[in-house]
């Protein structure tokens, strides 16, 4: 069975970090592509950070540059995004999903975009 778990998500003061992990089950991880996104409430979803299936190219939402890191492990199946330098503005459900596919993070952030999603960990950004 295809499975995205995510984990890590919790409350955190302004400035604070988190590390959010994504974890892949039933799925030959060098096939796929993952991405984060997240949608704060009331707001799109938007794509935050994604990493190619080797893991040689990531990418990032301006809002995020420099401050979260994406990587990721195939032998241990799982990906991870480091948040540091949390904002208020960065609370929100935070999703992984993967696709076969070169990741437009602009462009994709639709459910039919990609081939798997997990079910969302919250961040919450608050003092």
């Known amino acids: 069975q295809f499975k995205l778990v995510e984990s890590g998500g919790g409350l955190v003061q302004p400035g604070g970090s988190l590390r959010l992990s994504c974890e892949v089950y039933?799925?030959?991880?060098?096939?796929?592509?993952i991405a984060w996104l997240r949608q704060a409430p009331g707001k799109e979803r938007e794509g935050v950070s994604s990493i190619s299936s080797t893991g040689t190219i990531t990418t990032y939402a301006d809002s995020v540059k420099d401050r979260f890191t994406i990587s990721r492990d195939n032998g241990k199946k799982t990906v991870w995004l480091q948040m540091n330098s949390l904002k208020p503005e960065d609370t929100g459900v935070y999703y992984c999903?993967?696709?076969?596919?070169?990741?437009?993070?602009?462009?994709?952030?639709?459910?039919?975009?990609?081939?798997?999603w997990g079910q969302g960990t919250l961040v919450t950004v608050s003092s």
């Open positions: 999903a993967a696709v076969s596919a070169t990741i437009d993070l602009a462009t994709m952030t639709r459910r039919h975009d990609y081939d798997h």
């Open positions: 039933g799925l030959t991880m060098e096939y796929y592509a």
